[in-house]
C-alpha cells in the first residue's frame, strides 16, 4: 500500500496528490458506488483532502467511509422520495434553508425550541435532507453555508440528546466536511459560554474562527449591537430574517417547504454520465 502523503494545499504537488486520490476513487469506489459517481467530483474530492490536510490516503478512506454511510442510510432516496416521517419532522420550523450571505453561501437555522417529534431516525433524516438542501441551493464555486444555531428557550423537553447531539456531530464532521463556513450560535446558555472558554485552547484554529456569538434581544451596549448584528454583517437585510435584524419577514410552511424543488447537480451528473 502506498504511504501517506501530507502536501498543503498551496502546495506545487496539489495536482499530483489529487490525481492519486481520484485514480484510486476512479479504480476502487466508483464501480462499487455508481449511484454516487455524480457526487465524486474533483470538488469532492478536494474537501476530503482540506478535511485530512491533504493526506490522500486518509482522505481516500473518509471518502470510502462516507459512501458506505450514505448507502446504509439511503441518503440519495431521503432527498428524493420523502417520507411521511420527514414530513412530520418539517412541519415545524425546526431546522430550514433560509436565505443567503453576500458570499451566496445558504443559511440554515436551527431552532430546538421547536422541538415536535420523539427521538427516532427520521430526526437526522430531517438534519440530512436540510444539509443537502443547502447544498442544492450552492451556485459553484460556493461549497460552504452558515448555520444558525438558536438557543432560545432551550429545556429539558426540547434540548437535544446526547445521543442526538452525537450523531449530528458525526454527520456533519465525517461525512460533510468542509462544508461550513461560519457557525453563529444565538443566545447561548451560559454554561455553553463556560465549556467553550476550557475546550477552545484545543479547538483546531480554522474551525475556532468559524465561531460566532450573537445576541438576539435589543441592547444598548456596544458589545451587543455587535452581536446583533452579525448576521446583517455577513448577509444584506432582505436576506435575513427580522427576528435577527433584518427585514424578511420569512414564514416557514413545511408543506411549501417540501414542495420546492430540490435539485442536486451531483445527481444530474450521475445520470450524465451513465
Not at 25 to 32: F, T
Not at 94 to 103: A, R
Not at 193 to 213: E, G
Not at 229 to 242: F, P, W, Y
Amino acid at each position: 500500500m502506498d504511504e501517506p502523503e501530507v502536501v498543503n494545499e498551496n502546495s506545487v504537488d496539489h495536482e499530483a496528490t489529487l490525481e492519486k486520490l481520484r485514480a484510486r476513487v476512479e479504480s476502487e469506489l466508483v464501480k462499487d458506488y455508481p449511484e454516487d459517481r455524480g457526487w465524486l467530483d474533483d470538488a469532492c474530492l478536494n474537501r476530503y483532502l482540506r478535511a485530512r490536510k491533504f493526506d490522500w490516503t486518509k482522505a481516500f478512506a473518509m471518502l470510502e467511509a462516507t459512501l458506505r454511510w450514505r448507502r446504509e442510510f439511503g441518503v440519495v432516496k431521503i432527498i428524493t422520495d420523502v417520507s411521511d416521517g420527514l414530513r412530520k419532522e418539517g412541519e415545524a420550523p425546526k431546522t430550514y434553508v433560509n436565505g443567503k450571505d453576500m458570499e451566496g453561501r445558504p443559511i440554515m437555522y436551527m431552532k430546538p425550541r421547536f422541538q415536535n417529534t420523539e427521538e427516532s431516525e427520521f430526526q437526522m433524516h430531517h438534519l440530512v435532507y436540510n444539509l443537502e438542501r443547502a447544498i442544492s441551493e450552492m451556485e459553484p464555486p460556493v461549497e460552504k453555508m452558515v448555520i444558525v444555531m438558536d438557543f432560545k428557550q432551550l429545556s429539558r423537553r426540547n434540548n437535544p440528546s446526547l445521543s442526538t447531539q452525537k450523531q449530528t456531530l458525526n454527520i456533519l464532521q465525517n461525512h460533510y466536511p468542509e462544508r461550513l463556513g461560519m457557525a453563529i450560535l444565538v443566545d447561548a446558555p451560559p454554561l455553553f459560554h463556560a465549556l467553550y472558554k476550557v475546550i477552545r485552547p484545543f479547538v483546531d484554529p480554522v474551525t475556532r474562527s468559524k465561531i460566532a456569538w450573537m445576541k438576539s434581544s435589543p441592547s444598548t451596549s456596544s458589545t451587543n449591537i455587535q452581536h446583533q448584528n452579525i448576521l446583517t454583517e455577513i448577509a444584506s437585510s432582505d436576506q435575513v430574517e427580522s427576528e435577527y435584524g433584518g427585514s424578511s419577514n420569512f414564514f416557514y410552511d413545511g408543506e411549501a417547504y417540501f414542495a420546492a424543488p430540490l435539485v442536486l447537480r451531483y445527481l444530474t451528473n450521475a445520470e450524465s454520465k451513465n
